[in-house]
């Protein structure tokens, strides 16, 4: 998040907008096995260090800022709305929001105009530009993906092998 | 890692060689203080679930990874070689070798040729370009990051803020 406020380097640069897409849905893959590795009765009560939330809490997390950005790529409109405070679903409607995203990223992620990706503006977490939070998305997608590992070895469960993509 | 064969779409893209590197370095400043939050006592005796490894041993790895994409920016030469088996240093030595990377990735990442990131080869992993394995370096330490913070909930330590860089 230090990237400078002078014009963005357009040339040279390494990122197309399809290549970050099939990143981040790599790892959207990857955090849906680990999802599913959780036994049902374990997803949304089982935490390795109280006070952490049980991992189907941090997986609905992952789901509201992946709601949050394909709000912004959409529309436009990148402000902060706090997710109304519902309770997250059970499994089977965690994986079906899941799913529901999947399509929706891959529409909206690589016909979103290059320039507009690095603009920076006010966004929920401060002054940053579109591909920041974008990137920050991923960033805490795997953070707590990594901290789901923990809770499956506490649980005795083998995770999902992490290169698999 | 699911980025085609195809020519690289150097036009339109979005990460430059510098955006880049203070993505990867705001990573590494967070890391550190993630490493630096554990008792010594417990860096690399400490497991939250078993057989998992001590955060000291995964943040050495994590050094392994950049020594390895130091290696491969500053030379060409990507071949794998694995680690030699002498133990992870002690916490000392660890966050020295972790500051001695650190000017090595701030002289070498925005200087290696944008179409030379792209090229894919035999990488340590398989059939990647420099740009994936410089990602995967980054989400391998976000992952284990992420599974320190789990540690140091366990140990009743409040893990530095994730979105401060």
């Known amino acids: 998040m230090t990237q400078t ?7 040279p640069s390494l990122v197309s907008p399809e290549y970050l897409l099939a990143h981040w849905q790599g790892n959207r893959r990857l955090t849906r096995r680990v999802i599913e590795a959780f036994p049902e009765d374990q997803l949304f009560t089982f935490t390795a260090a109280p006070p952490m939330r049980p991992f189907g809490e941090l997986a609905w997390e992952v789901v509201g800022l992946a709601d949050y950005v394909l709000r912004g790529l959409n529309t436009g409109d990148w402000s902060w709305t706090p997710p109304a405070g519902a309770a997250p679903p059970r499994p089977r409607r965690l994986l ?7 399509p929706r990223l ?3 992620v690589p016909v979103y ?7 920076k503006r006010d966004m929920a977490w401060g002054h940053f530009s579109p591909l ?8 805490n997608e795997i953070h707590h993906r990594g901290q789901g590992y923990v809770y499956l070895r506490a649980l005795g469960i083998q995770p999902p092998a992490f290169y698999e993509r």
């Not at 079906?96 to 999947?102: C, G, I, L, N």
């Open 5 to 11: 406020d002078a014009a963005p380097a357009l040339t």
């Open 96 to 102: 079906a929001a899941w799913d529901e995203q999947t």
């Open 106 to 108: 891959e529409a909206a």
């Open 113 to 119: 105009p290059p320039e507009r990706y690095q603009e």
């Open 132 to 139: 920041d939070t974008v990137l920050y998305a991923i960033e």
